[in-house]
């Protein structure tokens, strides 16, 4: 029988785990709409725990979690403040401008992370011809700056100079877990200095839907009813949050384990002619791998046909992201492909 591949496109292809798939079985459940769903207001407990925050949401989706808190913190014509690579603005289908009315105003930095100057210089003074600045927003870990980590002092600045000018502040912590293990500090240290925090548990944590958005008890109210006004609102969704708690509780401290594969990958692929990446640049589960003599897509195909799944995420830049579901074994068996590619 021919080896399955070695699935590196993203964390999101984990598929949920035999004690997922118990405890959705066994799931105790209500109508969510109508608050009634135990195991929902159980997991939404635990993680306004997690990140120090007096309420959470569930929502289907990081996507609808990260919308629902520019609603909440915005009104039409107003402008965000985030990173030029931020997920929330290259890859949620310009959902900002289309259902917020909110204009974007990005900042510069390397691999995802800004300063406090970065804020103060994209800043206008208050007058009729600008629009107003409302919201400022963090990605952590960073997706499209390869996994990269921001630590809980880089986020006090920023969120201090975005206070302080009036500026609501969100982090997009789809992946804050990583982050969490990576610097061995709690969530909440992250989440301390920021008004919402959405995280997933649908990346590395293995569950096969969900994500939670977190904050104060008036915000999440707000944010329930812009949840129904999407379509978000769920019935017996505590068949879902049943996996999200099983995600929370018995998944985080096994992330370490992809952390030293990403690292593995990059150091093995480092000495591969053809392929440019620094391992020391490797923070978390991600390698950002650039191909300069050849196009990303067309390496991409050839790995393919490997063996190997990855995507292009840039014209000569390849993402490759591990995950429960890729072992050791498995990162040793998909180090070839990258010579024998790289060979033509
Ligand atoms: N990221 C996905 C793709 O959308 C690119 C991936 O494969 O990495 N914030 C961040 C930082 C994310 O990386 C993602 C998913 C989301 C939000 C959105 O989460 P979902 O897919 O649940 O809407």
């Known amino acids: 029988m021919p080896e399955s591949p070695v699935d590196l496109r993203s964390d999101t292809v984990t598929r949920p785990t035999p004690a997922m798939r118990r405890a959705m079985a066994e799931a105790e459940v209500g109508d969510d709409v109508y608050g009634e769903d135990p195991t929902v207001r159980q997991l939404e407990a635990e993680v306004a725990a997690a990140t120090a925050k007096a309420a959470a949401l569930f929502v289907p989706s990081g996507t609808m979690g990260n919308q629902i808190a520019v609603l909440c913190h915005t009104e039409r014509g107003d402008e965000m403040l985030l990173h030029e690579e931020s997920h929330i603005y290259y890859y949620e289908a310009g959902a900002p401008a289309a259902l917020a009315g909110v204009s974007a105003r990005l900042l510069p930095g390397v691999r995802g992370r800004f300063g406090p100057e970065a804020v103060v210089a994209a800043l206008r003074p208050a007058n009729a011809h600008y629009p107003r600045p409302r919201l400022l927003c963090i990605e952590n870990t960073h997706n499209r700056g390869g996994g990269s980590v921001w630590d809980p002092t880089a986020i006090a600045a920023v969120a201090a100079v975005g206070h302080g000018r009036g500026l609501a502040v969100h982090l997009d912590g789809a992946r804050i877990w990583n982050a969490s293990v990576a610097l061995a500090v709690p969530v909440a240290q992250f989440c301390g200095p920021v008004d919402t925090v959405m995280c997933c548990l649908s990346k590395g944590l293995c569950a096969p839907v969900g994500s939670l958005l977190c904050g104060s008890v008036e915000t999440i109210a707000r944010a329930r009813r812009y949840r129904k006004l999407l379509g978000g609102g769920m019935r017996q969704a505590g068949v879902l949050a049943a996996a999200g708690l099983v995600a929370l509780r018995t998944m985080v401290d096994r992330l370490a384990e992809d952390h030293a ?74 180090l070839p492909a990258f010579a024998r590619v790289a060979a033509g």
Do not use: Q
């Open 261 to 334: 594969h990403a690292r593995f990958l990059a150091e093995g692929i480092s000495s591969v002619r053809g392929f440019v990446v620094e391992p020391e640049t490797v923070e978390t589960n991600m390698v950002l791998l650039r191909t300069p003599s050849r196009p990303a897509a067309e390496v991409a195909d050839a790995l393919r046909a490997l063996g190997v799944l990855c995507n292009a995420t840039g014209p000569d830049t390849l993402r490759l992201v591990t995950h429960h579901d890729v072992s050791g074994a498995d990162c040793e068996r998909a």
